[in-house]
């Protein structure tokens, strides 16, 4: 059974950071690339980030680059997001996605 858990969300103010993380079973993990997803109230969903867990390819959105790193732990399945400089809009419920499966999502909030 594929499972997904993303953690490390939290409140803080504007300019602060935040480490995301996703703890991964049930398939192959280092087959496969790994997404950040993130959808804020009212709003559609938005990708983020991604990295390839066989090349360590990433990808980030024109939004987050410069501010957010993506990175893995293939022998722990893991994968981290370090959010750096977070803005209010940065607010949303981040969730780790393989596929089509999704975790439960941790919620990042930005006060300005």
């Known amino acids: 059974e594929v499972q997904l858990q993303a953690s490390g969300g939290g409140s803080v103010q504007a300019g602060g950071s935040l480490r995301l993380s996703c703890a991964a079973s049930?398939?192959?993990?280092?087959?496969?690339?790994i997404s950040w997803i993130r959808q804020a109230p009212g709003k559609e969903r938005e990708g983020i980030s991604c990295i390839g867990n066989r090349d360590n390819s990433t990808y980030y959105v024109d939004s987050v680059k410069g501010r957010f790193i993506i990175s893995n732990d293939n022998n722990k399945n893991m994968v981290y997001l370090q959010m750096n400089n977070l803005k209010p809009e940065d607010t949303a419920v981040y969730y780790c996605f393989v596929g089509s499966y999704r975790g439960q999502g941790t919620q990042v909030t930005v006060s300005s």
């Open positions: 049930g398939f192959a993990f280092s087959d496969y690339a």
